[in-house]
């Protein structure tokens, strides 16, 4: 089998080639580096059993679609994307330029190469809008009421997968990702708090809460959020599937949580709350339960452990934090 993922050097992707290429696929890779690494596919690349081919290429450019027909994946991972909300909130126009055509272009790629489908990395986190709390965690049957550009943009593309799947029979799978964490994650981006943390926690720094930090989040595990990338491959054609734990943690409960992983014994500063920051969030992931027979396998403080080793090894000495 062959796929091809874009973003595939961010964290999340290239967990994701690993994965892909562990279980014998041949994997091609379109990323921009504007966020991803190379270094994240540094085993990925140095491993010469692997079929493995680097694209360095911005999906807003429309030889996208050019290199996903010559391609031609089986299946095709759609990872890249603008991901912070606040850029989106700043430059709606640059987020759609890259979260909606450059996503047409993959598309548009896809079809000409006769691909059997797309899994797409949708936000749970944003595309349901400002949930009343009484509804957590909720069920993609929920109305999605995006408050965000970014999120407007995520509705958006699964609504162009629809119309791809009517029109051109090309499938799909919508994963709609809670807040995923895990090794790789940048802790210099707005939406990596464990990153953030485990880095000011490991390097002797304050680590810093917005507001009162009562706000919750569903903190998914990379691993576990690859796992269903690699089941949507054959499984949930035509769905959007919430990809999340369905528990509700507290900044406060996170911070504490790895705080105690890490041995450390700090108490944390807290700052005035951002303007338009979900209250509460959490995803009920019963729909891929049924449907691509998963379910989260990895709590949190052993996650943290995770990112924590992570962050003790090689990406802390680059960063001068003995």
Same mark, same amino acid.
């Given at each position: ?5 874009? &973003? ?19 994997? *091609? ?29 911005? /999906? ?12 031609? $994946? ?9 991901? #912070? ?6 430059? $709606?126009?640059?987020? +759609? ?18 691909? &059997?489908?797309?899994?797409? +990395?949708? !936000?749970?986190?944003? /595309? ?19 408050? !965000?550009?970014?999120?407007? !943009?995520?509705?958006?593309?699964? #609504? ?30 707005? +939406?990596?708090?464990?990153? /953030? ?16 930090? =009562?706000?919750?989040? #569903? ?30 943690? =507290? ?22 709350? @951002?303007?338009?920051?979900?209250? @509460?969030?959490?995803?009920? +992931?019963?729909?891929?339960? /049924? ?9 949190? $403080? ?6 924590? *080793? ?9 960063? &001068?934090? #003995?």
């Amino acid at each position: 089998m062959k796929a091809l993922v874009t &973003g595939g050097a961010g964290f999340i992707g290239s967990t994701l080639v690993d994965r892909l290429l562990a279980e014998g696929w041949a994997v *091609d890779v379109i990323d921009d580096l504007s966020s991803g690494r190379l270094s994240n596919l540094a085993d990925a690349r140095a491993d010469r059993d692997h079929e493995f081919h680097f694209h360095q290429l911005d /999906i807003c450019d429309p030889a996208t679609i050019d290199v996903v027909e010559r391609r031609a $994946p089986d299946v095709v991972f759609h990872l890249a994307a603008q991901i #912070d909300v606040r850029v989106s909130v700043s430059d $709606p126009a640059l987020d +759609a330029r890259i979260n909606v055509i450059g996503s047409l272009h993959v598309l548009e790629g896809a079809r000409r190469a006769g691909a &059997g489908k797309v899994v797409f +990395a949708s !936000s749970g986190g944003t /595309i349901y809008g400002d949930v009343d709390p009484a509804a957590l965690p909720v069920a993609e049957s929920h109305t999605q009421a995006p408050v !965000s550009p970014y999120g407007v !943009s995520k509705k958006v593309v699964t #609504d162009y997968l629809h119309t791809y799947r009517e029109l051109h029979q090309l499938e799909y799978t919508s994963l709609a990702l809670a807040n995923v964490y895990g090794p790789r994650q940048d802790p210099h981006g707005e +939406a990596g708090v464990v990153a /953030i943390f485990a880095g000011r926690l490991l390097s002797g720094e304050r680590c810093r809460i917005f507001g009162d930090g =009562s706000q919750t989040r #569903d903190y998914v595990y990379v691993d576990d959020v690859v796992d269903a990338f690699v089941r949507s491959a054959d499984r949930g054609s035509g769905l959007l599937c919430n990809i999340g734990t369905g528990v509700e943690t =507290s900044v406060v409960d996170l911070y504490g949580t790895m705080a105690a992983v890490a041995g450390v014994d700090r108490e944390p500063e807290f700052a005035p709350p @951002r303007a338009g920051e979900l209250a @509460r969030s959490a995803l009920d +992931a019963g729909r891929a339960r /049924i449907h691509l027979g998963w379910e989260p396998f990895t709590d949190l $403080p052993t996650g943290a452990a995770a990112v924590l *080793d992570w962050f003790r090894g090689p990406v802390e000495a680059e960063a &001068g934090t #003995d």
